[in-house]
Structure formats: C-alpha cells, structure tokens
Nanobody, 126 residues
Framework: QVPLVESGGGLVQPGGSLKLSCTTS????????IGWFRQAPGEEREGVSC????????TYASSVKGRFTISRDASKNTVYLQMNNLKPEDTATYYCATTDYDCEGYDAVDAEHDYWGQGTQVTVSS
C-alpha cells in the first residue's frame, strides 16, 4: 500500500485553478504534518505549504500566499491544495510528504520526510 497518493494535476491556463489531493491513512494524518512541495526541472525543491497534525494550523511559502489554500479532510484521509490564480512559474511536479507533527521546519533543506507521494504534474501555460 502506497502511503501517500497525489492526484489532480494537469494543464491549466494562467489565471486558472487546480485542486490537488493527497490521500493517505488516518494513522498518518494523526501522526504527521502533511506538506506540499514542488520541483521544476533544474530547480531546487520548494516547500509550498503545510498543515499541522496537532491543530490543523497552516503555513505557506511567500510565493503562493494568498493564492493557494491547504486543507485537511479527516473523514476522507485527504489533504488538499487549492491553487488559484496560477502563474507559469507555478509549473512543476507537486509532491506531498509527511513532515514534523507541527510542520516545524518542514521546508528546510535538511528536513526529514519519512514518506513521499509519487508526484503529480502541474503545467500552467497558454
């Protein structure tokens, strides 16, 4: 059983929206924070957003704040990333991964992530 499974990527025009899903288990949602990350070809991986397991608090990279919204639905064991007003620079492969319970340092280069999803491609282009 794959611990984390992403879906929802695709091709969208600039200004459009996509909603990514990261489906996992109830145990994982209880134990781990869940983060969204992205990586474009030739670029370093970037932490996009994270939702805490402790209290559902959220954090965002400055590049997406105000445009992206992370949420968690415990009844579906799923974490979502709603992406609005997409820009060409948002083009990347998006991954979800387990993080620190409280998203502490989730986007640090040396942060530990026990599990990763397989990734889903997001392409923003006219």
């Amino acid at each position: 059983q794959v611990p984390l499974v992403e879906s929802g990527g695709g091709l969208v025009q600039p200004g459009g929206s996509l909603k990514l899903s990261c489906t996992t288990s109830s145990d994982f949602l209880s134990y781990y924070g869940i983060g969204w990350f992205r990586q474009a070809p030739g670029e370093e991986r970037e932490g996009v957003s994270c939702v805490s397991s402790r209290d559902g608090s959220t954090t965002y990279a400055s590049s997406v704040k105000g445009r992206f919204t992370i949420s968690r639905d415990a009844s579906k064991n799923t974490v979502y990333l709603q992406m609005n007003n997409l820009k060409p620079e948002d083009t990347a492969t998006y991954y979800c991964a387990t993080t620190d319970y409280d998203c502490e340092g989730y986007d640090a280069v040396d942060a530990e992530h026990d599990y990763w999803g397989q990734g889903t491609q997001v392409t923003v282009s006219s």
